[in-house]
């Protein structure tokens, strides 16, 4: 394989910098799935009672978060796969770069929560639906925005005009 000067690697082979990418993609997909679940009627991983027939508000957003996750599964790969390079260089990093920080930005309160928790500062209980929220959801979203903020990285640095 010859060393290529973008990270989409030789011959439509990913290169060594296109980690990231791929895992921004499952993680997009893996939280699709979890939405699909959800608007088929599971109730896993939601506060007990709670289903999103129940809730048409909660509802609808799963119904618009399900394409979003694929849109940004796509994305994810367009920074890495050479059919991307048909987008503007511009458009692919904008993007990536903006569902870095929204996902960090969804995330930071969390971070607040836990330094706050792990200082005894918290004085209540944590709630079972809170526990999942500041141990399972909130960094799940950390981790796609630190996984996109990446892979954005790595395909500005392998693509600079």
């Not at 506060?47 to 999103?52: E, F, N, R, T, V």
């Not at 394409?67 to 599964?73: D, E, K, R, S, Y």
Request: charged share 10%; hydrophobic share 55%.
């Amino acid at each position: 394989m010859t060393e290529s000067t973008d990270n989409r690697g030789a011959v439509g082979r990913p290169s060594r910098t296109a980690w990231a990418a791929y895992a921004a993609c499952a993680w997009a997909l893996v939280f699709a799935a979890v939405h699909l679940y959800w608007g088929l009627g599971g109730t896993a991983g939601l506060p007990p009672g709670l289903s999103l027939f129940d809730n048409t508000a909660l509802f609808v957003i799963d119904l618009v978060a399900i394409p979003l996750c694929v849109i940004g599964a796509l994305l994810a790969l367009a920074l890495v796969r050479t059919w991307g390079k048909r987008f503007p260089r511009w458009m692919l990093l904008s993007a990536a770069w903006g569902a870095s920080a929204l996902f960090v930005a969804h995330a930071v309160p969390t971070v607040i929560d836990v330094v706050v928790l792990a200082l005894g500062q918290r004085t209540e209980e944590l709630a079972p639906i809170e526990r999942l929220s500041l141990f399972l959801y909130e960094p799940y979203w950390l981790l796609g925005g630190i996984l996109f903020g990446v892979a954005a990285w790595h395909c500005m640095r392998g693509t600079q005009p």
